[in-house]
C-alpha cells in the first residue's frame, strides 16, 4: 500500500522538485500549474507556504517568477512534506490498553511510522532529482535498452 499524501503535499513536491533542476532560473507558477496538470490558485498557496518556509524565493517583476532557495543536498521530502502533512508520531502509550495484542500492535505501528520518518529524512532532493533523471534516460532509451531516438529513426 503506497504512501497516499494530500494534493497539496504533492503540489509542493513538484514545485521544489521543478525549481531546484532549473536553480538558475526563475519559473512562473502558470509554466509549473501546466507541466504537472495543477490549479493555478491551489498552486499559489502552495508556493506562498513554500516561500514562507524559504524553500523557494518569488522574484518579481517582467522575467519573475519563482526559484529554488534551499541547498537541495540538505532540503529533504520531509522538509517539504512536513509542511503540508501532519508527520507528528503519535507516540501515544499503548500501556493503558488492556491487551498484549493491542500493545504490541502500537509497538509495531510505532516503529514503522518512525521507519518512515527516517527514510523521507534520508532522500534529499538531489538524490531524489538523480533517480528522476536515471527515470528519464530509461524512458528515452526505449523499452530494449536502445536510445528511442535511434530506434525510431532506423524504421523509418
Known amino acids: ?28 507558477a502558470g509554466d509549473i500549474a501546466d507541466k504537472y496538470d495543477i490549479s493555478l490558485n491551489h498552486l ?7 516561500v514562507r518556509a524559504r524553500l523557494i524565493e ?17 532540503v529533504t521530502l520531509l522538509d517539504i512534506i512536513a509542511l503540508f502533512e501532519d508527520t507528528g508520531l503519535d507516540l501515544q502509550e499503548a500501556a493503558s490498553d488492556d491487551h498484549e495484542e493491542s500493545r504490541a500492535l502500537h509497538k509495531v505501528l510505532r516503529d514503522i511510522d518512525e521507519i518512515a520518518m527516517t527514510t523521507l ?36
Open 1 to 28: 500500500m503506497p504512501m497516499r499524501l494530500q494534493k497539496s503535499t504533492m503540489c509542493g513536491l513538484y514545485a521544489v522538485l521543478e525549481l531546484a533542476a532549473n536553480p538558475d532560473r526563475q519559473v512562473s
Open 44 to 50: 499559489a498557496k502552495v508556493l506562498r507556504a513554500l
Open 58 to 74: 518569488s522574484v518579481r517583476g517582467p522575467g519573475g517568477g519563482y526559484r529554488f532557495a534551499g541547498n537541495p543536498k540538505r
Open 121 to 156: 529524512r534520508s532522500v534529499s532532493i538531489t538524490s531524489l532529482l538523480k533517480v528522476i533523471d536515471t527515470e528519464r534516460r530509461k524512458t528515452e532509451r526505449g523499452p530494449n535498452g536502445a536510445s528511442a531516438r535511434h530506434s525510431s529513426a532506423g524504421r523509418a
